[in-house]
């Protein structure tokens, strides 16, 4: 998937949960900004209402794309199922679609109506949402290949090009000359010299302009990698602390969900089945 079309599948996506917001919004508005104690009154009551043909639906609609997400997530994550059709780093994408999504059809089916042990459900849903914003951004920083699979730090550090013997041998730059160079891809030396200072330097060596443009596209290139370096290590511990927060209210979420689900069944909420 390139680029391009990986940007218009996660905008598609984005523009879903976004229009899918504005239509609940909209066709719910003038009983969900109705106060509580008045909605018994307002005509539509019975559908709007948390048991109501389209309130509960919406619940029942937005769990199954919770756990759906979840699932085929872990899945494929840890279980490698369908690891030759499904890319991680997409089905990611997806999952964050789908556990969007889903909270907001949740939210919707609550009609704003919050007490008791479904708040505790409701709000860890709001964290579980919250912690994976932070995560795909943590996530993102990783460098990864195309399957989606985390590079290690000697996997990365092996995409490295031979700076020194590039700008020794074919352009016989001497040791001073390379030193300069090399400080400016050393994203933690004090000593950085400017692009134009670089230029200039080749430029007193005869270096064809076009090879200026390829040497200088190698030192930035060089330097951003050694960016990517410095923030490996950390961004793989953010991601492992990110764990911690993320999973806990994962999982009271989910019991609490199973808990209301079952109260619901007892009581004798079967929606259209």
Same mark, same amino acid.
């Given at each position: 998937? #390139?680029?391009?079309?990986?940007?218009l599948?996660?905008?598609?996506?984005?523009?879903?949960?976004?229009?899918?917001?504005?239509?609940?919004?909209y066709?719910?508005?003038?009983?969900?900004?109705?106060?509580?104690?008045?909605?018994?009154?307002?005509?539509?009551?019975? !559908?709007?209402?948390?048991? +109501?043909?389209?309130?509960?639906?919406?619940?029942?609609? +937005? #769990?199954?794309?919770?756990?759906?997400?979840?699932?085929?997530?872990?899945?494929?994550?840890?279980?490698?199922?369908?690891?030759?059709?499904?890319?991680?780093?997409?089905?990611?994408?997806?999952?964050?679609?789908?556990? #969007?999504?889903?909270?907001?059809?949740?939210?919707?089916?609550?009609?704003?109506?919050?007490?008791?042990?479904?708040?505790?459900?409701? !709000?860890?849903?709001?964290?579980?949402? %919250?912690?994976?914003?932070?995560?795909?951004?943590?996530?993102?920083?990783?460098?990864?290949?195309?399957?989606?699979?985390?590079?290690?730090?000697?996997?990365?550090?092996?995409?490295?090009?031979?700076?020194?013997?590039?700008?020794?041998?074919?352009?016989?730059?001497?040791?001073?000359?390379?030193?300069?160079?090399?400080?400016?891809?050393?994203?933690?030396?004090?000593?950085?010299?400017?692009?134009?200072?670089?230029?200039?330097?080749?430029?007193?060596?005869?270096?064809?302009?076009?090879?200026?443009?390829?040497?200088?596209?190698?030192?930035?290139?060089?330097?951003?990698?050694?960016?990517?370096?410095?923030?490996?290590?950390?961004?793989?511990?953010?991601?492992?602390? !990110?764990h911690?927060?993320?999973?806990?209210? %994962?999982?009271?979420?989910?019991?609490?969900?199973?808990?209301?689900?079952?109260? %619901?069944?007892?009581?004798?909420?079967? !929606?259209?089945?």
């Open positions: 998937m #390139t680029k391009t079309v990986h940007t599948y996660v905008g598609t996506m984005a523009a879903i949960v976004l229009a899918v917001f504005a239509y609940l919004s066709t719910g508005y003038t009983y969900y900004t109705t106060p509580l104690e008045e909605r018994f009154y307002h005509p539509r009551h019975d !559908w709007f209402k948390p048991s +109501g043909l389209y309130g509960q639906g919406l619940g029942i609609i +937005g #769990t199954f794309l919770i756990l759906f997400g979840v699932s085929i997530y872990i899945a494929r994550k840890r279980y490698n199922f369908m690891s030759k059709y499904l890319k991680l780093k997409y089905l990611l994408e997806f999952h964050i679609f789908l556990c #969007t999504l889903g909270p907001i059809m949740v939210l919707f089916h609550t009609a704003f109506k919050f007490g008791g042990i479904v708040s505790i459900a409701f !709000w860890s849903m709001v964290a579980v949402v %919250a912690s994976g914003v932070i995560g795909r951004f943590i996530y993102i920083q990783i460098p990864r290949t195309i399957e989606g699979r985390e590079l290690s730090l000697q996997e990365v550090k092996g995409m490295k090009t031979n700076l020194t013997g590039i700008l020794s041998s074919k352009y016989d730059l001497d040791g001073g000359q390379i030193q300069s160079f090399l400080d400016y891809t050393d994203t933690e030396s004090s000593k950085k010299p400017s692009l134009r200072s670089l230029r200039s330097m080749l430029a007193k060596e005869s270096v064809p302009k076009e090879d200026q443009k390829q040497v200088l596209k190698l030192v930035k290139d060089e330097r951003r990698l050694n960016k990517r370096i410095g923030r490996l290590e950390l961004m793989k511990r953010l991601f492992k602390y !990110w911690v927060a993320h999973m806990p209210f %994962a999982l009271i979420m989910l019991v609490i969900v199973v808990i209301h689900v079952g109260v %619901a069944i007892a009581f004798g909420y079967r !929606w259209i089945f």
